[in-house]
């Protein structure tokens, strides 16, 4: 996982490992033992995103409701 100092996700930093992701399994030249890895791979930053984008969320709230 891709964390700055503070032990947070580094947002751009997976987003833009799961666009090389998309972009490698798009191409003709992959194959399925590849393509299953980058698979896996891309969940996992789909749900340390997910999570990164909850926690911005309730932060807002947080802030909000003040």
Do not use: C, F, P
């Not at 891709?2 to 833009?16: M, Q, T």
């Not at 909850?54 to 909000?64: C, R, Y």
């Amino acid at each position: 996982m891709k964390k700055n100092s503070n032990n947070e996700v580094n947002y751009k930093e997976l987003k833009a490992e799961l666009e090389g992701i998309l972009s490698s399994m798009q191409s003709d030249n992959i194959d399925v033992d590849e393509s299953l890895i980058k698979y896996e791979r891309g969940k996992e930053i789909i749900n340390l995103l997910t999570e990164y984008l909850k926690n911005a969320e309730n932060s807002i709230t947080k802030i909000n409701s003040k």
